[in-house]
Nanobody, 117 residues
């Protein structure tokens, strides 16, 4: 059973920074992409950032220039560095791992990020 465990969430003031980590129980080299999603109460879960096995990255417009996604294959861990945080970044952040073929999705349990104004 593949597991993803997020950590690093918490309460921070607007303008502050947090770094989220996503530790996998298996080698993350097997995944085509590692992603971070977030979900606020009453809203859908949205993609925040993704990184391919080759290192290509993609970001939601709302976080471009503030968030950075990275992966350390040697540590089987993905990261999300979040700078210049805003109250609207408050959400539960989920790590996600994807294999395109065969199709496989793995989700972490989520970590709460709260940004106070």
């Amino acid at each position: 059973q593949v597991q993803l465990v997020e950590s690093g969430g918490g309460l921070v003031q607007a303008g502050g920074s947090l770094r989220l980590s996503c530790a996998a129980s298996v080698s993350i080299r097997r995944f085509d992409t590692m992603d971070w999603y977030r979900q606020s109460p009453g809203k859908q879960r949205d993609l925040v950032a993704s990184i391919t096995s080759g290192g290509s990255t993609n970001y939601a417009d709302s976080v471009k220039g503030r968030f950075t996604i990275a992966r350390d294959n040697a540590k089987n861990t993905a990261y999300l560095q979040m700078n210049s945080l805003k109250p609207e970044d408050t959400a539960v952040y989920y790590c996600h791992a994807l294999n395109v073929f065969p199709s496989r999705h793995v989700w972490g349990q989520g970590t709460q990020v709260t940004v106070s104004s």
